[in-house]
Each structure stands twice: as structure tokens, then as C-alpha cells.
């Protein structure tokens, strides 16, 4: 046992859990209130919706402290200031791991819309005490990614914004399932049976549900857009010239976002979003699937352009970097290059 390092990790260890045992106990308690309202949720639905979304907004802002503010990751956001604040909305990603919901919420909190977030989750997680149901009180849509099985549940979750005008961002992962180089492998072969254009460091997008989704929502008056979010990360494992980008698309693990300082210094952070009139969109099933998959060449072209710049061991940026909420320095550009790192 090296004993050099035990006051460090006896520090760190203390310090996380000043920082993540207070937001555990806050987390548990939120998931109990929420199961509390599930019965409720039957007699006035929209009144637990706006309650749960407000108990939801207080956990997620908490985790978001810890990764931002006490961890100091910095999230490079790209063409955020194009999304209005408090616009519901069909938000689609590429998926890579836990992180990426700190992206995406990094989204929502700037644009109000943080404790409206309803992502698409496992259906199993419906059983677990506390917080599936709590899941279930807030609207959560639970599928098995079986497109039958799934069809009345995305009819219960679409009633809600579509009849009672609940604001919502609908976020879903679009490739069911995170990316690896393995997968990524896999679903080039597919490509290629399957005369689809191959995919650059993402996955091919499955459709229905987006289909599905553009076509319910827009009986919707107060939801009048779709959000393409696109993900990226780079491990330079603090050796910035070095590196290149042997460690692109490898981002923090959960365990690292929550416990570990100075994130910054290990990795660099990156989302973009553009934002696309949903009346502008195409109105037949086979034209939205063409234009969710066409959507993907161009996240993969994104992806391939931030990689290149990993490779020259230059800098990614966008409109502004944020470091902690409510603070963040700007930067100029728009998901180019800015110059060599120091």
C-alpha cells in the first residue's frame, strides 16, 4: 500500500462526500415525495406533472452543481443561444454514456426548461420502489424499445402534451443504445447490407420513434420544434499536445463526473444544437425517417471534424464554455477550431 497518497485520497474522499451524500439523501427523498403524488397523478394529472417537474428540476440542478461547479468540468456549448428559453420540444442525440445527460440538461437550464425534461427510459425501471414510480408520477415515457409493445405507452405520454398543453422537452437517444467501437462496427455492417450511408463515430438512428413522435406532437400548438443534439468528447489525460485523439469519444464514467476534481483538466466536453422548425419538416413516415438519417450523416461529419482537430491537438469551441452555472467565459467560433492547446 503506497501510503504517500492516503492524505489525498482520505481529502478526496471527504470531499466528495460533503459534495454528493447531501444530494444522495436529497435524491431519495425526492424519489419518496414523488411516489407519494403516483396515486394523485390519477384524479389531477397536471397538477402532479407541474409539481413533479419542479421537485425533479431541484435534483437535477443538484447533480449539475457537483458536475460543473465542484468538479469544474467545462461544457463547450455550440449554437446554444439559437434554442428561445421556455420553447417545448423534441430534442434527438447521439448516446455515448452517462455524461451526456449533464449536455443536455447544460441545454435545458439555460433555456428554462431543465425540470421539463422527460426522457425516454427502460420499461423494467417502472418496479423499482421509489424511483420508478417516481418516474412514472412525472411522465416519464418507459419502453421496451419493441415498437408494438410500446405504442400505448407513448400514447399515454403524447395525451399529456397534446391534450392538457403540459411544456415539455421529449429527449430521446435515437440509437437505442450507447456507442462503442464494437457496436459502431456492427452497424456499419448493417449499413452496407442495407444500402445506408455509413456512420461516422456514431450509431445508425432507429426511426419509428421519431416518427411516431414528430407526427403525435404535432397536434401540439406549443410545440413547435425538434432539437438535434450532437455529443462529443476527448480523454487527453492532461497531456494536451500529446495526446492527439486516441481518446476521442471516450468520455468520464459516472463514478469520475461525480467524485473526481478538476475535470476539465482530463477532458474536454462538447455539445452543438440545431434547431429545426417542426412544420418544416417532412409529413410522410418515409420522409421523416430520411430526414432523421440524414440528420446523422451530418452529426457524423461534425464528429469527424472535432476528431481531426483532437488528432492536430487543436482546441474545440462554440459560442461559450460553461464552468458552473450562472458563470462561463465566451469564446469565439462555432464548433471550430481555435487554436493550439496549452
Request: net charge positive.
Amino acid at each position: 500500500m503506497d501510503l504517500g497518497h492516503l492524505p489525498t485520497t482520505l481529502f478526496l474522499g471527504l470531499r466528495s462526500a460533503l459534495f454528493v451524500l447531501p444530494w444522495t439523501v436529497h435524491l431519495f427523498l425526492a424519489d419518496l415525495l414523488l411516489s407519494l403524488l403516483l396515486p394523485l397523478s390519477l384524479l389531477a394529472p397536471t397538477l402532479v406533472y407541474h409539481l413533479s417537474s419542479h421537485i425533479a428540476e431541484s435534483v437535477w440542478r443538484g447533480v449539475q452543481l457537483i458536475f460543473t461547479r465542484f468538479n469544474h468540468a467545462q461544457i463547450i456549448l455550440s449554437n446554444a443561444s439559437s434554442l428561445p428559453h421556455g420553447e417545448s420540444a423534441i430534442v434527438v442525440s447521439n448516446h455515448i454514456d452517462w455524461c451526456d445527460f449533464y449536455l443536455i440538461q447544460e441545454l435545458a437550464l439555460k433555456c428554462g426548461m431543465l425540470g421539463r425534461c422527460r426522457w425516454f427510459a427502460k420499461q423494467q425501471l417502472k418496479w423499482v420502489p421509489f424511483l420508478g414510480w417516481g418516474l412514472w408520477a412525472m411522465g416519464m415515457p418507459l419502453v421496451s424499445r419493441r415498437w408494438m409493445e410500446d405504442r400505448r405507452e407513448m400514447e399515454r405520454v403524447f395525451h399529456g402534451i397534446t391534450e392538457r398543453g403540459w411544456p415539455t422537452w421529449l429527449i430521446s437517444f435515437s440509437e437505442s443504445t450507447r456507442y462503442t467501437r464494437a457496436k459502431h462496427a456492427q452497424t456499419t455492417t448493417w449499413c452496407r447490407e442495407h444500402s445506408k450511408p455509413l456512420p461516422q463515430h456514431t450509431l445508425h438512428p432507429r426511426t419509428k420513434g421519431f416518427v411516431a413522435t414528430v407526427q403525435a406532437l404535432r397536434a401540439a400548438p406549443h410545440v413547435r420544434a425538434v432539437y438535434d443534439v450532437t455529443i462529443a468528447y476527448n480523454h487527453h489525460r492532461g497531456q494536451r499536445r500529446s495526446s492527439g485523439d486516441k481518446g476521442f469519444m471516450r468520455p468520464p464514467t459516472f463514478l469520475q463526473t461525480i467524485f473526481r476534481p478538476r475535470i476539465a483538466e482530463g477532458w474536454e466536453i462538447y455539445v452543438h444544437v440545431d434547431r429545426f422548425e417542426l412544420s418544416e419538416l417532412p409529413e410522410s413516415e418515409e420522409g421523416l425517417a430520411a430526414w432523421l438519417e440524414g440528420r446523422w450523416v451530418v452529426k457524423g461529419e461534425r464528429l469527424e471534424g472535432l476528431r481531426r482537430a483532437a488528432e492536430k491537438c487543436e482546441a474545440w469551441s462554440g459560442d461559450e464554455m460553461e464552468s458552473a452555472r450562472g458563470g462561463g467565459k465566451r469564446v469565439n467560433g462555432n464548433g471550430k477550431v481555435m487554436g493550439k492547446k496549452e
